[in-house]
C-alpha cells in the first residue's frame, strides 16, 4: 500500500516536537491536504493537539504494544484514504524501554514502518556543532531513516550557513528552521501537557505559528520526501484473526457502553474505542461531572483516566452519579476502569490541593498523592489465575497511589527485575492504575464485552419480571374471571382466515400431488408462524420502546387472550351438568361443543370419556401449552426491549 508518510523525532524531550508537529498539520491542512497524525507511544494529550489542528481523532501507534503486522495494519487503517500521514516520535529518537534498548523507540518505528525520519534539532547554543550532533544520530544506527533535518530555536540570520554546512558535510537534507515564536508555547503541568481546551485561543496561536513555518521550513521538500516512503507491506484483517481469534469477536447483538468523558476523564486511545465499536459496541458518552444520570439500558461502563485529581469537588459534589455508578457495579454490570478511573472508583481520593474526596465506593479504601512518579512507563501484566487473557501490554503513568491497588494481575518492568502486584479483576470489574492497549491484547475488550452481552440478557429476565410475568399473571386471572364471550373477536379468528387465505394461494402455486401438498403445506405453517409471532412482536417492541403503558395493557390482553381457562371450565361442566342432571341426548349434545367427533351414538360412558379427554387435550392446548411458550420466550415485549 503506497501512504506517503514522514516521522518527525528529536534528539531529546523538550526538543519541540510537539508544538512544530501541531504547526506543520496546520500547514498541511491549510493547503487543502487530508491528514492523518500518529503519536509514537503511550501519549494521550499530543493526540488531542494534533487531532485539534485535522479535526478528526489522531491515532498511536507504539511498537511495545503491538508486534510489527500490527503496527502496520493501524498505521494503513487509520491513513489509507489519506493524502499524508504524519507522524511524531517520543523522548530522543534512539530512546526505548527500559531506558537501555531502542525498542518501542520512534526509530523503532520507523523501522517497522519503514517511514522517513526527519530529526528536529534544538539548534540553541550551538553552530558547527550541529554537524556533529546530528552525525551521531546518522551513524549510530546504519539503518536511522532520517533523511531530512529541521532547525529549531535558530535564527534566520545562522540558519543559511548552517543549512549549507550539513548539506555539504553530512548530504542530509535540511528542510528549514523554526525560530522563536511568541505566544505559541504549550505549557505542562504533572502529567504533562495542558489539555488544548485550557489554552486560550490555540487555534489562533496555531494558525500563526503555520503562517511562519510556510515561511520557514521548506513544506514542499516535506512532501516530496513523504512521497517517497516506499510500499507499506500491512497485512489484511484476516491475517490478524488467523493469529489471535480474539480480533475477529463479535457480540450477538449490539451492546451499549457508558463511556465517561468531560475534562476528568479524557485520555482515550481512539483506536481502542474503534476495537470495541468493531467488535459490537454502541459507545454512549457521559459526564461523571455534569450528568445526575447514567444513560439508559446500559450494559457496561469504560472509565479512563485523565484528571480526576483536577476535579475532585465536582466529583464529590456529584452524589448522585457516585451512587448510581456503584449500584449498577455491584449490581453486575461490566466495567473496565484504569488510573483516573479507577481512582474514581475509591471510596475517598485525595485531589490536588490534599483534600479527601468522597466518590464512588467501589474500591475499599483511598487513593491519595504521592510525592513524584509513583510507577511509570512500561510493564507487562500477567494474571495470577489463568482467565484466558495470558500476558497484556499496559503501561502506568501516575503520581497517585492507593491503599488496596488489587492483586489480581502481577506487572514486570521490561528489562528489569522490578515488578508489583495490581488490578482488581473480579467478577466483572477490571480496575486498576494500568492503562490498556487493546490492539495488544484483543481479548481483553472481547472478554468486556462478552460480559456486556450477558448482564443485557441478565437485564431482559428482571424486565421480565417487571413486566411480562406480571401481564401474564393478570391476564390469567382476567381469564378467569371473564373467559371468552362470544361478542369478543379473538385472534385465532384471524389466523383461521389467514390459513384459508393463504391455502387459497398456495394450492393455485404448487402442483396437486404429494410434493406439491407438502411443500405447500410447510410454507403455510412457515408464514402463519412468522405473522402470529412477529406482528405481536413488532408492535409490543415500538409500543414498549415509545408508549411503555400502553405496551403492557396490550401485552395483558394478549395474554388474556391466550389462554382459555374459564372457558373449558364453563363448557365441561355442561357435560357434568347434563350427564347428572338432564338426559343423554342433552349431554351427548353438551359434548358435541367440544369435540371434534360424531357425539350421536356415544354411551353415558362415551360421553364422560370424550369429555375427560379433551378436558385434558384443551388444558394442553389453552392453559399449559401458553404459559409454558410464554416464560420459554420471556415475554413477547422482552425479545426487543
Known sequence: MKIPRILLAAGASGSGKTLITCGLLQALVNRGLKVASFKCGPDYIDPMFHSRVIGTRSRNLDTFFTDGDRTRYLLAKNASDCEIAVMEGVMGYYDGVGG???RASAYDLASTTDTPVILIVNSRGMSVSLAAYVKGFLEYKKDSHICGVIFNQMSPMLYPRMKKLLEEELSIKVLGYVPKVED????????????????PELKSRLQKLSEVLEKTLDIDGILELAGEAPELAAPETEMLIQKDTAFGYRTEEKVR????????????????????????AELVRFSPIHDRELPEDLDGLLLSGGYPELNGEALEENQKMCTRIREVILDGMPCLAECGGFMYLHQEMEDMEGKQRRVCGVIPGRAYRTPKLNRFGYITLTEKQDTGLGEIPAHEFHYFDSTDCG???HAAKPASKRGWDCIHDRGRLMAGFPHLYYYGNPRVPARFLKNALEYKKERRQKKMLKYSLPALVIGFVLDLLIGDPRWLYHPICVIGNLIAVLEKVIRKIFPKNHGGELTGGFLIVVLVCLFSGGVPLLVLYYLYRYLPVAGFVLEVFWCYQLLATRSLKDESMKVYDRLKNGTLDEARYAVSM??????????ETGVTKAAVETVAENASDGVIAPHALYGYRRGAADVFV
Not at 465517561?260 to 467488535?279: I, R, T
Request: glycine share 8%; proline share 2%.
Open 100 to 102: 537501555i534498548t531502542s
Open 184 to 199: 505559541c508555547v504549550i505549557e505542562s503541568r504533572h502529567l504533562g501537557l495542558v489539555l488544548p481546551e485550557e489554552i
Open 257 to 280: 457502553i457508558g463511556v465517561a468523558d468531560d475534562e476528568a476523564f479524557c485520555f482515550f486511545y481512539a483506536d481502542n474505542l474503534n476495537l470495541l465499536e468493531q467488535m459490537g
Open 407 to 409: 492483586e489480581d494481575f
Open 594 to 603: 367440544i369435540v371434534g367427533r360424531d357425539t350421536r351414538e356415544l354411551t
